[in-house]
T-cell receptor, first 115, second 109 residues
């Protein structure tokens, strides 16, 4: 059983459109992360989110990106105006918050295709 | 220098073979170390953590050498189901995972 559920599994959008990717944890967690993987490339960190606030974000996570946990359950990644280069697999992950070594468990991802 | 560097492979081995993957990392302040497995177009799945003392989980053995900033994974008695990409992952002080590009393993009958 996945640690987090991501929806949709696939999203096709036109360049310039807004997309919202969703992540639903199985149980209540405080530590969340978004990563992305462009086809054929490595997994890249986007943003970490702890206790309903952004902890850290990468240089990829520019003003076009935002994250929210609007209802205390769903965790969303919004891309305001998509570009072709945003096409990638986006993974949500939840952390254990273990002080002696954080471990991350990933959802099955959303494949975003920007046309 | 890349933050986490791996040989991309592919490693093509027969069933039953022993295969070893290596990885180097550049940030000496890195906190934790992992091997993840990724099947084609799927999410990364945690295979095992890596400790300085070395650790073993069934057919899998992981080693960390902090002085050399080097991590290894040994798979004994390879199975067809071991075919995947193996990701060397390093966690920095802010709990951010830094992924290597992965080493592809193909186990043939």
């Amino acid at each position: 059983e996945p640690e987090v559920t991501q929806t949709p599994s696939h999203q096709v959008t036109q360049m310039g459109q807004e997309v919202i990717l969703r992540c639903v944890p199985i149980s209540n967690h405080l530590y969340f992360y978004w990563y992305r993987q462009i086809l054929g490339q490595k997994v890249e960190f986007l943003v970490s989110f702890y206790n309903n606030e952004i902890s850290e974000k990468s240089e990829i996570f520019d003003d076009q990106f935002s994250v929210e946990r609007p209802d205390g359950s769903n965790f969303t990644l919004k891309i305001r105006s998509t570009k072709l280069e945003d096409s990638a697999m986006y993974f949500c992950a939840r952390g254990t918050g273990a002080p002696n070594g954080e471990k991350l468990f990933f959802g099955s991802g959303t494949q975003l295709s920007v046309l | 220098r890349k933050e986490v560097e791996q040989d991309p492979g592919p490693f093509n081995v027969p069933e039953g073979a022993t295969v070893a993957f290596n990885c180097t990392y550049s940030n000496s302040a890195s906190q934790s170390f992992f091997w993840y497995r990724q099947d084609c177009r799927k999410e990364p799945k945690l295979l095992m953590s890596v400790y300085s003392s070395g650790n073993e989980d069934g057919r899998f053995t992981a080693q960390l050498n902090r002085a050399s900033q080097y991590i290894s994974l040994l798979i004994r008695d390879s199975k067809l189901s071991d075919s995947a990409t193996y990701l060397c992952v390093v966690m920095d002080s802010s709990y951010k995972l830094i992924f290597g590009s992965g080493t592809r393993l193909l186990v043939r009958p």
